[in-house]
């Protein structure tokens, strides 16, 4: 991508940035905050192992919030009960056996105790055999090569956001950089295997709502899959640091009925042949 | 007697004093102070990172000056703040725990630190280099930081320099451990402070070589047509990785252990009562330092490792949890029906023990392979190692300057302003770092200068923490200015629950902590 | 001097560690120019080698001249012991990193790379190898130089034994003779290394830039070469100390300390025969 400001001289005065913050954090001590709602979880999940990791998440979550309350529970009580300004005696006790092997079996199990389904699911996410179609992805610095090698496809996805966005020049836009020129187009309901690689230097492919995070390394094909459930477009970005471009290179799904990707395939196919590439307008 | 006095009679005075010195005491301040400038000048390239992350949108730098600055916060901060830090205190304490006339290897001792000063200037210098500073993240993954401009070459010798520095001052730290204990001193009576530097040593001597070979792989994939890290040539980039968290996981106990220690001896003191499980505790941390040897992969999880590589990593990660656990028990059953008070150092104590398990547990969430895959190079990511390296390793150094500073400097530090800095600094540090968990679920990747709308709000709210936290920092500054120009004298035991020899000299020691051995019964 | 003896030695303060640091930086700073060809890079470069060069000379003179003077007693001479022990581990795990790069690359990257058909078409596993776009070359005979340069580094560890012996029993012809004898055996295994590499890379088409292979070999044996070099000069560092009548056989530690750098470089040849050149 050829973004104007991607050089590496440092920019602009501090006094007017300084500023800027100023105001900017006037607006939101009196609310007036950019973006509406905050999220506190994972996006919503989409695909079967999404789901699976979202409850792995909070189980995981509520197990440590669990110990904690019990470790601290018992510290902060000491702390109220045991304090020398009430005049409490210290005791000499400083071993107990028993309780040290109590402490160090329990957790262990708890330990033992999550590991089970963790390695379940990680299980079923290696598993990338019978797949319905295969996507091939290259990382590039800094937009992403999608090709599916059965249908004769392939093109690059860029980022469509304006330069002048970024240099807060226009008003920023609802997907501000979370969107492409060419987003990439799968049918809901059916296994797709993806091969990601990359040809510079190590990028990582990110779509947070199908659960699937795999390094993009150049010399090397690494291999994952996913299948969505609900049509709908997903949005993620490159996930390992690969320049200054790296905020840069985002990944738009557009997750369509099987119909509706074969009409897709069709007029791709109809395009490439016509030997021009048209861009189909930026979502 | 004698000779001790003969090769003392020259006291250098003024700079010379401080260049030259072979003393461990001079030494350990030098590293202390050298910290401190470190933690200021990697915390400002924080601020910056915050300035720009304040709102959407580029604000005040180029996108590749933001990497520039979190690869050199990250470096700063890990060599040239916590590190160093800790062995200011091993410098300090060390001879005075044991019953020591000095370290073992007083001029090598020097040279351990001097290093530092000049390998700084090499690091930071790379930032007017051509092209800037690396901006490959202080992981400086292969092939990008192949990629990188002549900064990176700057950052890679002084990498070596660093090497060298904490392998030497490492080794200076083992044969005083082991050869230079008062009579009756046994391994297994020494402070727990004692026995988690021993340890973290012996991690330093194991891997800082390893990182040192690693990088020099880096400098020849660079400028001599090797390939290590490029397929073409039958290497691979994950290669690099490997070799990096063999060193880098080691690292981040390198950098907690000291901790450990420093909070397993402030504990005791302020609730009066004896370390609970001491031999449990040295075993503990033994066997965290040998388990920190298996986990590396944890880092890789996204890297496509077959899958049994990683369920051995996810397994040996979650073990780690075990031995810490103890750790976290045992200090509170330390306090458990004791003579609680909460002078400032106890504050920090009590801090490092909720805000280090946060980070702890968010750890092991980490170590859940899948879950990893949606919080791998995401802020929870951030979230975690703040939560393991500010509030445990930096906060354990204020907490255990609190508590020696009397002893130093000879003077009581000023109570009400000391909790004035724990409070502000553990207010500041939850609302800057706590939301960032959030940002990370919610999808925001690490080290991107610039984000989508929905993660505004959020970010304004740790932007402006952290400049509140960074502010607070000149607190603790000025608390420790004043205390070392004057202020209530200390006494020898400094606090009433005070055990171990540092405690019979007077506040502060004489230049040789123990001319004649102490007998330890 | 007796008193001394009863306390641990503490050495006033020293300009040296300052000025090594000064050198470590100037020595690293005209590196780093003359690689990527700027300025005075190479001046800057020798500048700092001067520097270190100075420094080492003084700082040891300085402490061999404590030692004669026996202001060391056996606690320090412990300290010197350990701290050395524990330098070599550390210098263990130095040569492990680059050990570690080829366990790692003809076990696991080199085999995947091969089993990678859409990148790498027509690629197959064999170790040596310089990879799918590596240029060919021979790789070494292990039974050439590289075998008797094996037998040269086991005699020279036989003769700094039999040399150490001869001090032990306050036999300085034994000693010096023992000295001179390794020493010539390490200048010949560098004189054989040398012309291997010349070999290398005139005959061989063996290179740094020869993939993997090139890269492992170069890097491993090149790190081997230097030590066996500050090896060599620090036996010569012992001989003269020998000739002028330094060490005494209940008193010799920077004897001993060489002598255990040499059989630790040994130890790391056959390594090196075993895994570079042999399997
Ligand atoms: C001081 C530094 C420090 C410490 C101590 C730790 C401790 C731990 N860390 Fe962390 N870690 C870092 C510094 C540290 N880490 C850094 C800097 C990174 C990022 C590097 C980078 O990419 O830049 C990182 C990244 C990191 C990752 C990679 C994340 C990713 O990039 O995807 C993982 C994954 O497993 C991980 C795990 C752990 C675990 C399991 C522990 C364990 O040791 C924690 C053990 C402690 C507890 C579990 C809490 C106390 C225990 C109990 C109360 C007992 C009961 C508990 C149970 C039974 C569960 N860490
Ligand atoms: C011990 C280590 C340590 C410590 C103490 C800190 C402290 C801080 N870090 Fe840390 N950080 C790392 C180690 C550490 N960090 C590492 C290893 C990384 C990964 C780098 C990478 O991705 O490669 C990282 C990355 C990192 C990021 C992510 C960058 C990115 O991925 O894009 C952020 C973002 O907020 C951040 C913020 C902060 C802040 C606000 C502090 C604050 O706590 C700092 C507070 C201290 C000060 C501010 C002192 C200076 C005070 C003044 C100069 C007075 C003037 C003050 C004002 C002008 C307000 N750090
Ligand atoms: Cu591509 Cu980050
Ligand atoms: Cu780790």
Not at chain 1, 67 to 82: D, E, L, P, Q
Not at chain 1, 204 to 225: C, E, M, R
Not at chain 2, 327 to 352: C, D, Y
Request: charged content about 10%; hydrophobic content about 50%.
């Amino acid at each position: 991508m050829s973004l104007s400001f991607k050089n590496n001289k440092p920019s602009g005065p501090l006094i007017l940035a300084v500023t800027r913050f100023a105001t900017a954090a006037a607006l939101l001590l009196s609310a007036g905050s950019a973006s509406a709602d905050i999220r506190w979880n994972f996006q919503t999940p989409v695909t079967p192992m999404a789901h699976q990791i979202y409850h792995l998440q909070d189980l995981m979550f509520g197990v440590c919030v669990a110990i904690f309350v019990i470790v601290f529970g018992v510290m902060f009580y000491s702390i109220f009960a045991h304090r020398k300004s009430k005049g409490h005696k210290p005791a000499t006790f400083h071993q107990s056996t028993t309780i040290e092997v109590i402490w160090t079996v329990i957790p262990f199990l708890i330990l033992v105790a999550v590991a089970v389904p963790a390695t379940a699911t990680l299980l079923k996410m290696e598993n990338t055999s019978d797949s319905a179609m295969t996507v091939r992805i290259t990382g590039y610095q800094w937009k992403w090569q999608y090709d599916y090698p059965a249908q004769g496809i392939s093109f690059f996805s860029d980022l469509s956001t304006p330069v002048a966005q970024i240099e807060n020049q226009e008003p920023k836009n609802k997907h501000y950089l979370l969107q492409v020129d060419h987003p990439l187009v799968l049918p809901v309901g059916e296994k797709i295997r993806f091969q990601i690689t990359a040809a510079d230097v190590i990028h990582s492919w990110w779509v947070p709502s199908f659960g699937v995070k795999t390094d993009a390394i150049p010399g090397f094909i690494n291999q994952t899959w996913t299948e969505i459930q609900v049509p709908g477009t997903y949005r993620g970005q490159c996930t390992e640091l690969c320049g200054m471009g790296h905020a840069f290179m985002p990944i738009v799904v557009k997750a369509v009925s099987q119909k509706e990707f074969q009409k897709w395939v069709t007029a791709q196919k109809a395009r490439m042949s016509a030997a021009h590439s048209a861009a189909t307008p930026a979502m | 007697m004698a000779s001790v006095a003969a090769n003392h009679e020259e006291h250098p005075v003024g700079l010379k004093r401080w260049l030259f010195t072979t003393n461990h005491k001079d030494i350990g301040t030098m590293y202390l102070l050298f910290s401190l400038l470190m933690f200021f000048v990697a915390g400002s390239f924080a601020m910056l990172i915050r300035a720009e992350l304040f709102s959407p949108g580029m604000q005040i730098m180029k996108p590749y000056f933001f990497n520039q600055l979190i690869t050199m916060h990250g470096l700063v901060m890990i060599f040239g703040a916590i590190m160093p830090g800790f062995v200011g205190f091993a410098n300090w304490l060390i001879p005075m725990m044991i019953g020591a006339p000095d370290m073992a290897l007083p001029r090598l001792n020097n040279w351990s630190f001097w290093i530092l000063p000049f390998a700084f200037t090499l690091m930071l210098s790379s930032f007017f280099m051509p092209g800037g500073a690396p901006g490959t993240g202080w992981t400086m993954y292969a092939p990008l930081s192949v990629q990188a401009p002549i900064g990176m070459d700057c950052v890679i010798f002084a990498i070596h320099m660093l090497g060298i520095s904490s392998v030497l001052g490492a080794i200076n730290i083992i044969v005083t451990i082991l050869n230079m204990r008062a009579p009756g001193m046994t391994l297994m009576k020494m402070p727990m402070f004692v026995w988690t530097w021993l340890i973290t040593a012996f991690l330093l001597v194991a891997v800082m070589p390893v990182l040192a070979g690693t990088v020099t792989m880096v400098l020849m994939d660079r400028h001599f047509g090797t390939h290590f890290f490029e397929a073409a040539g039958g290497g691979d980039p994950v290669l690099y990785q490997h070799l990096f968290w063999f060193f880098g996981h080691p690292e981040v106990y390198i950098m907690i252990l000291p901790a450990f220690g420093i909070i397993s001896q402030i504990i005791p003191t302020f609730s009066r009562k004896p370390l609970f499980g001491y031999e449990s505790m040295v075993f503990a941390t033994a066997s965290i330092a040998f388990l920190s040897f298996i986990v590396w992969g944890h880092h890789m999880f996204t890297v496509g490792m077959p899958a049994p590589a990683e369920m051995f990593f996810m397994y040996s990660t979650m073990l780690i949890a075990v031995p810490t656990g103890v750790k976290i028990f045992n200090w509170v059953a330390t306090m458990w029906r004791g003579s609680l008070s909460f002078e400032t150092p106890m504050l920090f104590a009590i801090g490092f023990l909720v805000m280090f398990t946060i980070g702890g547990l968010s750890g092991l969430m980490l170590a859940v392979v899948p879950a990893d895959f949606q919080y791998h190079n995401t802020y929870f990511v951030v979230a975690h190692f703040h939560y393991v390296l500010f509030a445990g390793a930096a906060m354990a150094m204020m907490g255990g300057c609190y508590y020696w500073l009397p002893k130093w400097t000879g003077h009581m530090y000023n109570e009400t302003l000391g909790k004035w800095h724990f409070w502000l600094t553990t207010i500041f540090f939850n609302l800057t770092f706590f939301p960032m968990h959030f940002l990370g679920l919610a999808g925001m990747p690490r080290r991107i200068p610039d984000y989508a709308l929905q993660f505004t709000d959020l970010n304004r709210v740790v932007s402006i923490s952290a400049f509140g936290l960074g502010l607070s920092q000149l607190l603790w500054v000025y608390v420790v200015y004043q205390t070392v120009k004057g202020g209530k004298k200390a006494t020898d035991r400094v606090w009433e629950g005070a055990e171990g020899l540092e405690w019979t000299l007077s506040s502060p020691p004489p230049y040789h902590s123990f001319a004649t051995a102490p007998t330890v019964k | 001097m007796s008193a001394t003896h009863d306390h641990y030695y503490l050495p006033s303060p020293s300009p040296w560690p300052l000025t090594a640091s000064a050198g470590l930086f100037t020595l690293a700073l005209g590196t780093v120019l003359t690689i990527n060809d700027l300025g005075a890079g190479p001046w800057v470069l020798l500048a700092g080698g001067v520097i270190i060069a100075f420094m080492m000379t003084r700082w040891f003179g300085q402490v061999v001249g404590e030692s004669e003077g026996a202001a060391y007693n056996a606690q320090v001479d412990m300290s010197f012991r350990m701290g050395m022990a524990w330098f070599i581990f550390s210098e263990v795990m130095f040569f492990a990193a680059f050990f570690g790069a080829l366990f790692f690359e003809r076990h696991y990257s080199v085999p995947w790379i091969a089993a990678d058909h859409i990148l790498w078409p027509g690629f197959h596993a064999a170790w040596p190898t310089s990879g799918p776009k590596g240029a060919a070359f021979t790789p070494m005979s292990p039974w050439g130089i590289p075998a008797i340069n094996t037998l040269i580094l086991l005699t020279s560890g036989a003769t700094v034994t039999w040399a150490h012996w001869g001090l032990l029993k306050s036999n300085r012809a034994q000693l010096i003779v023992g000295l001179v004898l390794t020493i010539l055996l390490g200048c010949s295994f560098l004189a054989l290394q040398a012309h291997e590499y010349y070999m290398a890379y005139t005959h061989f088409g063996l290179t740094l830039k020869a993939g993997v292979y090139g890269a492992t070999f170069f890097m491993l044996t090149g790190f081997h070469g230097l030590h066996v070099t500050i090896g060599t000069i620090m036996l010569i560092v012992m001989l003269v100390r020998s000739i002028k009548g330094h060490f005494r056989p209940d008193h010799h530690f920077a004897f001993e300390a060489v002598s255990w750098y040499w059989h630790f470089v040994d130890v790391v040849w056959l390594a090196l025969f075993i895994f570079v050149y042999w399997l």
